[in-house]
Every structure is written in C-alpha cells, then in structure tokens.
C-alpha cells in the first residue's frame, strides 16, 4: 500500500492503540498542536521507512519537489514495537534540526531527521518543543 494521508480522526485512532501508548501520545500531540494546530494534523498509513506497514500521526504539509507532486508531513509520531519514533522534517544550517540538537534532546537515539525514545521521560520537551 502506498503511503498516504487518510481519513482517519486523532480521536479513532487514539482508541484503537494499545492503552499503554495512550498518555505518552497524547502529551507529545498536545505539544505539537500548540505548533501546528488541530486541523493540521492527519492519521497518515502504508509503507514506510525500511518496508514496515506503519500509522504515523503528520502535523503540517510539505510539498516534496517530486515528479508525482507528492505531499509529505513536517512532523510525524509514531508508535514503533519497543519505542517511539519522532521525525521532524526540518533543516537549519543544512542540518536536520534532529541531528543539529542531539545532544539537548535527552537520553534519546537520532537519526537524520528521526528521535527514537523507549519513555517519555527520556525526552526533553522543553528542546522539543522548540524544534
């Protein structure tokens, strides 16, 4: 399945993962809808990264510079088998701001523009949140 932003509410999603992912979910969305806000925030499913079949909750729109005109999220979550995922599709100093932030972001592993976590409390929201 291709990727692709979906019909999906926050609300039906939320009730659909398991209760143990549900209060780090929905803290991390309550500080990136103060950024982006509701209406920009879509459930988003299909093939992803590494060739898993994933929902990923995007804030924001991106349009990539790609023969299909494809679109793609500014900022996803998602909810991994033993941790969770943060991308952050930004650049500063041609530098994803993961990587450019990595040592202020807490006990987490980062990717190019990824911050992978196991608990919340890893995290250090305050930098987050300026991201």
Known sequence: MK???TDIQFTDYLSHIDI????????????????????NRFIWEGI?????????????ELDMKRKDGATWFSV?????????????????????????YADTLGKVKIGS????????DKLNLETLATL
């Open 48 to 60: 992803f990264w590494g060739g898993t079949n994933q929902r990923i909750i995007g804030y924001g």
């Open 113 to 120: 523009s990824s911050i992978s976590f196991t608990t919340l």
């Open 20 to 39: 143990i992912h549900r209060d780090t979910i929905i803290k991390l969305d309550q500080l990136i809808v103060e950024k982006f806000g509701e209406d």
């Open 76 to 100: 996803g979550l998602a909810i991994q088998k033993n941790y969770y995922s943060l991308y952050i599709n930004a650049v500063e100093d041609n530098m994803y701001l993961a990587k450019k």
């Open 3 to 5: 990727t692709r932003k």
